[in-house]
């Protein structure tokens, strides 16, 4: 059966880049990245039925300042679940306007930088999107990589709250303390040069049907100089010491960010934060295993060094050595965003 297509008009908006699905059987990949850039905005005439009035999708992010830019993907529910509509938004502000085809859609959002579309070129199905990584080579605290995905259903109901979610854990350092009463060596300090994650998920698949999965790691029992010179922000995953750490409770929060862990293979241990240093002049390590670790979760830890540590960074926290208070809270707080279409 042919599909029935509203008409409508056509006016610029730069803001807003748009691509139907229709239109790339007509086209040879040289021109197919061309199009993508074009601006575009399609606003299709509509009655006054509920049927017909436009749906509005109230994006959600996790940060006051908003991404670059959104790619939104519009698939068909039914069969391989092939791409309907593409589009790009950008500079987002305000209200910003979107198009479909008709009928029930599964919509997926991803956060991305402006202007780069020519990554989803092969995506053709949901199937294919779903293969989508994101790594933290691309991550920045700051701004993380987000992505969400709805069902949109056809017919009355025209509204709905889509999150757009970081996939990223936060570890949060609030307060160390080091006291040795009671050992042979109380007298010393802790003298600490550096932190980092061990175990770390580096690559993430946030579409993934088991509701997002890690598929690689990074600082496997130490750490990794060439993986973490490739990373836009190192310090996600490895920072400088406190120096001396003393029984007087030192106040100086230090955050270290790594995907969620809750999906990793039997044999990769849980994400560890390395406290490395030296005891009276000997090498001194405390390898803390965190608990699995949820994507948007920020885990607050007061950590307190009751004995001397390992000799090794792969080597876990003895029972004893170290006490450590953790809160869990959300990340940040939301902003809200609305798309028309």
Same mark, same amino acid.
């Given at each position: 059966?042919?599909?029935?297509?509203?008409?409508?008009?056509?006016? %610029?908006?730069?803001?807003?880049?748009?691509?139907?699905?229709?239109?790339?059987?007509? &086209?040879?990949?040289?021109?197919?990245?061309?199009?993508?850039?074009?601006?575009?905005?399609?606003?299709?005439?509509?009655?006054?039925?509920?049927?017909?009035?436009?749906?509005?999708?109230?994006?959600?992010?996790?940060?006051?300042?908003?991404?670059?830019?959104?790619?939104?993907? =519009?698939?068909?529910?039914?069969?391989?679940?092939?791409?309907? %509509?593409?589009?790009?938004?950008?500079?987002?502000?305000?209200?910003?306007?979107?198009?479909?085809?008709?009928?029930?859609? +599964?919509? #997926?959002?991803?956060?991305?930088?402006?202007?780069?579309?020519?990554?989803? @070129?092969? #995506?053709?199905? =949901?199937?294919?999107?779903?293969?989508?990584?994101?790594?933290?080579?691309?991550?920045?605290?700051?701004?993380?990589?987000?992505?969400?995905?709805?069902?949109?259903? *056809?017919?009355?109901?025209?509204?709905? %709250?889509?999150?757009?979610?970081?996939?990223?854990?936060?570890?949060?350092?609030?307060?160390?303390?080091?006291?040795?009463?009671?050992?042979?060596?109380?007298?010393? *300090?802790?003298?600490?040069?550096?932190?980092? &994650?061990? =175990?770390?998920?580096?690559?993430?698949?946030?579409?993934?049907?088991?509701? $997002?999965?890690? #598929?690689?790691?990074?600082?496997?029992?130490?750490? *990794?100089?060439?993986?973490?010179?490739?990373?836009?922000?190192?310090?996600?995953?490895?920072?400088?010491?406190?120096?001396?750490?003393?029984? @007087? +409770?030192?106040?100086?929060?230090?955050?270290?960010?790594?995907?969620?862990?809750?999906? +990793?293979?039997?044999?990769?241990?849980?994400?560890?934060?390395?406290?490395?240093?030296?005891?009276?002049?000997?090498?001194?390590? =405390?390898?803390?295993?965190?608990?699995?670790?949820?994507? $948007? #979760?920020?885990? @607050? &830890?007061?950590?307190?060094?009751?004995?001397?540590? %390992?000799?090794?960074?792969?080597?876990?926290?003895?029972?004893?050595?170290?006490?450590? @208070?953790?809160?869990?809270?959300?990340?940040?707080?939301?902003?809200?965003?609305?798309?028309?279409?």
């Amino acid at each position: 059966m042919k599909r029935e297509l509203k008409t409508g008009r056509t006016s %610029t908006n730069p803001r807003s880049n748009f691509f139907p699905r229709n239109s790339a059987r007509c &086209l040879s990949a040289a021109l197919f990245p061309a199009l993508l850039l074009a601006p575009a905005f399609f606003s299709c005439t509509q009655d006054v039925t509920d049927a017909q009035a436009p749906r509005r999708i109230n994006i959600v992010w996790q940060r006051p300042t908003p991404p670059e830019s959104i790619h939104l993907f =519009y698939f068909d529910t039914l069969g391989v679940q092939a791409l309907d %509509t593409y589009q790009q938004l950008n500079a987002l502000v305000g209200q910003n306007h979107a198009i479909s085809g008709t009928g029930v859609k +599964r919509l #997926v959002a991803l956060s991305g930088i402006s202007g780069n579309s020519v990554e989803w @070129q092969e #995506v053709a199905t =949901y199937g294919n999107l779903c293969k989508h990584v994101f790594s933290l080579e691309r991550e920045d605290a700051a701004q993380p990589l987000l992505a969400g995905q709805a069902l949109l259903e *056809d017919g009355a109901s025209r509204a709905l %709250t889509l999150p757009l979610k970081t996939m990223l854990s936060a570890i949060k350092i609030r307060s160390v303390a080091c006291d040795f009463s009671g050992r042979t060596y109380e007298a010393e *300090d802790y003298d600490n040069f550096s932190l980092f &994650l061990s =175990y770390a998920a580096s690559e993430y698949l946030p579409l993934d049907p088991q509701g $997002g999965r890690a #598929v690689s790691w990074m600082n496997l029992g130490d750490v *990794d100089s060439v993986s973490v010179g490739k990373l836009k922000c190192p310090e996600m995953v490895l920072q400088q010491g406190y120096g001396r750490i003393r029984k @007087q +409770r030192r106040l100086e929060e230090k955050t270290f960010y790594c995907y969620a862990n809750t999906q +990793r293979p039997e044999d990769m241990p849980l994400t560890r934060l390395v406290m490395a240093g030296r005891v009276a002049g000997k090498s001194c390590y =405390y390898a803390i295993e965190l608990p699995p670790l949820l994507p $948007g #979760v920020c885990y @607050q &830890l007061d950590i307190t060094l009751k004995r001397m540590g %390992t000799d090794s960074p792969d080597i876990p926290a003895r029972s004893g050595s170290v006490e450590i @208070q953790t809160q869990t809270m959300p990340w940040e707080e939301r902003a809200h965003y609305t798309v028309t279409y």
